[in-house]
């Protein structure tokens, strides 16, 4: 099993910027596919983005060429950076470790995009 803990989260303005991280511990970090989702009030758990132990890359069509997604194995965390944020990208963000026999959690980081 693998601890994630979420940082970064916050208020920020429309067109404003923010990068989240995920550190992981207790594990062999570099197996792990790691990603992002996110879940606002009322609605469903969403993938934002994820990045496999080789560096690939998925978004969601809804960040894509916004958000990046990146990691540094040596340091065991990985980053999401946010750009052009928008009030509908308001929602708490989770970090996910992943391989074909588990799925760990961190628990969650608040973003807020408000004027």
């Known amino acids: 099993q693998v601890q994630l803990v979420e940082s970064g989260g916050g208020l920020v303005q429309p067109g404003g910027s923010l990068r989240l991280s995920c550190a992981a511990s207790?594990?062999?970090?570099?197996?792990?596919?790691m990603g992002w989702y996110r879940q606002a009030p009322g609605k469903q758990r969403e993938l934002v983005a994820t990045?496999?132990?080789?560096?690939?890359?998925n978004y969601a069509a809804s960040v894509t060429g916004r958000f990046t997604i990146s990691r540094d194995n040596a340091k065991k965390t990985v980053y999401l950076q946010m750009n052009s944020l928008k009030p509908e990208d308001s929602a708490v963000y989770y970090c996910?470790?992943?391989?074909?026999?588990?799925?760990?959690w961190g628990q969650g980081t608040q973003v807020t995009v408000s004027s």
């Open positions: 996910n470790a992943r391989t074909v026999v588990s799925s760990d």
């Open positions: 207790g594990t062999i970090f570099a197996l792990y596919t």
């Open positions: 990045i496999t132990n080789g560096g690939s890359t």
